[in-house]
């Protein structure tokens, strides 16, 4: 089994700011981060942080934000729903581009994944170069004639491919 099966625990809602330590109410807006850990050696490369809003516009946000996106604090017995829109996948996916830091581009490929499964982007097909094998993948509704978006493919074995996926699932799709 791959190693990182085990370094992709990204976290569940805690129901606490990360930032003062106060409970996270039913009903209460949030600000759910995802940040990049630079000090963990071997560790989660990156986590997810919640936040109230007071507490995110105190100032006292962690460095290495990747992406975030106001929820609000849903009840134990709520029927759980998505809380990142499409755009915010997008958005994100777009800004992870041209990033080769191994962990950033793990991340990339597994949202490209989910993308795919949305609908949101459509696979073109794929290349290999070097011994690098590219997926092309272009936008719903993308122009006739656009160039497809390369994507690498990092070689995650099936069981780090399907971990990684259901805990980026639990965290975009609004698991608590």
């Not at 930032?19 to 209460?28: H, K, W």
């Not at 990092?154 to 996926?165: N, R, W």
């Amino acid at each position: 089994m791959s190693r990182l099966t085990s370094s992709w625990d990204i976290g569940r809602f805690t129901g606490r700011c990360a930032a003062t330590g106060a409970p996270l109410e039913p009903g209460t807006p949030c600000i759910v981060a995802l940040v990049e850990r630079e000090d963990e050696a071997g560790g989660t490369p990156i986590v997810r942080m919640d936040f109230s809003e007071a507490g995110w516009n105190s100032g006292d946000r962690p460095k290495g934000v990747i992406a975030f996106w106001k929820s609000t604090v849903a009840a134990p017995n709520e029927k759980r729903r998505g809380f990142v829109d499409d755009q915010t996948l997008l958005d994100l996916f777009e800004r992870l581009g041209g990033d080769d830091r191994p962990h950033r581009v793990r991340f990339r490929f597994v949202l490209m994944l989910l993308l795919v499964r949305k609908k949101l982007l459509r696979v073109m097909g794929t290349s290999t170069e070097a011994g690098v094998e590219t997926w092309l993948v272009l936008p719903k509704g993308a122009a006739e004639g656009e160039p497809a978006v390369g994507v690498m493919n990092p070689k995650l074995d099936e069981a780090a491919m399907k971990e990684i996926t259901e805990q980026l699932g639990e965290v975009l799709d609004g698991a608590w």
